[in-house]
């Protein structure tokens, strides 16, 4: 069975939905957030955020931008001050997701394009982010794994064991229980299986410092590891996919505007005090 064809398949539309409904949600934030008027076309808003996104990029505003991403949709010193717990389970979560999405997206190209398209694979630098158990991927992916892991329990507790009053819980926070899980369970014993198959010379196993102690537990067993391994790695990577698609139509959103909001809101700050003082310099 082609379980990569059939993961690609589906994936692909599923991944079409997911711009559509980002689409949409941008062309509401549009309406409010960017120049122009109420009135002015979505597409004039977005040409205008465009223009605004290469200038700051092009000029020496560029590192006030990254700084107010890291402060404010990253680090998110906001939700620190407020409530220590919940910005843990925030940041954690936020962090191993973005390290693993950026892992998942550095394996493709240098999989799919650099080598398989370009025929770079037998350079080092190429090959050790398509080969699982190389030291740096190992470990960086379970370190992505482990901080979205203890976010999701931080999460769990906060929203169904020490749930303050206020606190509601509707369909899609328990969606979002559910979806990450799943996905956060399926990547686990998928790592497992892939490493009882056995270890490839040269890699570093012991690096999956959770993963690599589970597997010695297990691969002593008379099971088809490998035909386990393909379908894990094709479940996992579908239940992701369908986690990420309903971002644009569930509270997923809500982390990922308030963020890019809270970002825009301290750039134009500190762009507004660096013009500012500028201005006040003697000639």
């Not at 008027?37 to 006030?64: C, E, M, N």
């Not at 959770?210 to 996992?236: C, M, N, Q, V």
Request: with cysteine.
């Amino acid at each position: 069975m082609d379980y990569e064809g059939i993961f690609w398949i589906l994936h692909l539309p599923l991944m079409v939905v997911f711009l559509i409904g980002m689409t949409d949600v941008a062309g509401v934030w549009l309406r409010g957030r960017i120049g122009g008027g109420t009135d002015a076309p979505v597409g004039q808003k977005l040409l205008t955020l465009l223009g605004d996104a290469l200038r700051t990029i092009l000029s020496w505003r560029l590192p006030y931008l990254i700084k107010a991403f890291i402060t404010e949709a990253w680090f998110n010193r906001r939700l620190w001050r407020a409530n220590r717990f919940r910005w843990a389970s925030h940041f954690l979560l936020l962090s191993g997701f973005l390290l693993l999405m950026s892992l998942s997206g550095i394996s493709a190209i240098a999989d799919k394009v650099l080598h398989k398209l370009f025929h770079l694979g037998n350079l080092p630098w190429v090959a050790m982010w398509y080969t699982p158990d190389h030291p740096v991927p190992a470990l960086l992916n379970e370190i992505g794994a482990t901080m979205m892991t203890v976010g999701l329990l931080f999460f769990i507790v906060r929203r169904y064991l020490i749930r303050p009053p206020q606190l509601r819980s509707g369909p899609t926070d328990h969606w979002m229980v559910i979806g990450l899980g799943l996905i956060l369970l399926t990547g686990w014993i998928a790592e497992v299986v892939r490493l009882c198959i056995g270890i490839p010379e040269g890699s570093a196993p012991y690096l999956a410092f959770i993963g690599y102690p589970l597997s010695l537990l297990f691969r002593g067993l008379p099971l088809p590891w490998e035909a386990l391994a393909k379908g894990l790695w094709t479940g996992h990577g579908l239940l992701t996919s369908v986690v990420i698609v309903t971002i644009p139509y569930s509270k997923f959103m809500h982390v990922i505007a308030g963020g890019l909001s809270a970002t825009v809101d301290q750039f134009q700050q500190e762009t507004a005090h660096s013009a500012k003082g500028a201005a006040h310099v003697p000639a």
